[in-house]
């Protein structure tokens, strides 16, 4: 019997990343981190590709 | 001291406890965020940072910024960042960290390891041994009110029935949500409720009502049954309760406690 293991990419969409990888998690600041993703400038890119919306509500 | 060659940096994924040989080969194979692998532990004493090369042309702050714009990117590089980390998670507990996290040096790694040593050694403590798990409810869309009015006035009333019924229904969705909540609660270790994610992001027709997150132990089943629990009774009324998981502990560290 061969059961179909779900791939990661199968299993997680882009909206469970948003809410995960991109938005919670430990962000470490101070002089010698080169770069840190800033989530509002998160959202504003994902605000910018959906083109549709008219409004739509930042991130409490 | 390693050194990175020129114009390349080290992305952080997370910190795990001391650096060990079950966590190295759980991502020696992994690409990484930057697709060219390369991932190692850094830091000799009782913390270790997951870490992997990346160029600067991709990850450097301004180039970062444009490639947050890109969802094709940005979908891509957070699908390999949640795979390292579960990945980790299989091997030893971890805190993650969020995405794009870039230090020019693997020196600058192991100081920060250092200088925030209490800080992830108690954020490592707290999710030994647990896991995330996810729940989110989904409303059905609303279906067709009644017939046109006949006249101005009973369309005024209509309207004013209308209102009244969706603000009891929206004051018993809220109860409902609170009481599917506090159930959770009593079967995790720790909750959090974030603000659901609109339509225009999740891209369905059912309304998003709940986004909440459980820290729960690595076996207990208890929430899972819960949260079927909590569909089968509220199915019939168009509210769905689904469970995904289990996840790196992404919303059970204390930020404040690395600022």
Known sequence: MSVHAPTLQERVTLIELVDRVLNTGVVLTGDITLAVADVDLVYLGLRVLLSSVSTLEAAA | ?259
């Open chain 2, 1 to 259: 001291m390693i050194a990175a060659p020129a114009a390349t940096g080290w992305y952080l994924y997370g910190v795990v406890g001391a650096a060990d040989e079950r966590v190295r080969r759980s991502v020696e194979q992994l690409h990484g965020v930057g697709g060219a692998g390369g991932l190692v532990l850094v830091g000799g004493g009782s913390l270790a940072a997951v870490a992997g090369p990346v160029s600067l042309h991709e990850f450097g702050e301004e180039a970062l910024r444009e490639r947050l714009n890109d969802r094709d990117w940005l979908e891509r590089a957070a699908l390999a960042h949640e795979e390292v980390l579960e990945r980790v998670a299989e091997a030893a507990a971890v805190v993650p960290l969020r995405f794009g996290s870039v230090h020019l040096r693997l020196d600058d790694v192991e100081a920060l390891l250092d200088a925030r040593g209490p800080a992830f050694a108690a954020a490592l403590a707290r999710v030994t041994g647990r896991v995330e798990l996810g729940v989110k409810a989904w409303l059905e869309p609303r279906r067709a009110g009644a017939a046109p009015a006949s006249s101005g006035r009973a369309y005024l009333e209509q309207l004013r029935d209308a209102r009244r019924r969706a603000a009891a229904e929206s004051r018993e969705l809220a109860a409902t949500l609170a009481s599917a909540h506090a159930r959770l609660l009593e079967r995790a270790e720790e909750g959090v409720v974030n603000p659901p994610q609109p339509r225009e992001l999740t891209g369905r027709e059912d309304e998003m009502v709940l986004n909440a997150a459980y820290l729960v132990g690595a076996r207990d089943e208890a929430l899972i049954l819960e949260v079927a629990e909590l569909d089968d009774r509220h199915r019939r009324d168009g509210l769905r309760f689904e469970v995904t998981g289990p996840w790196p502990p992404y919303n059970f560290v204390d930020q404040g406690a690395f600022a």
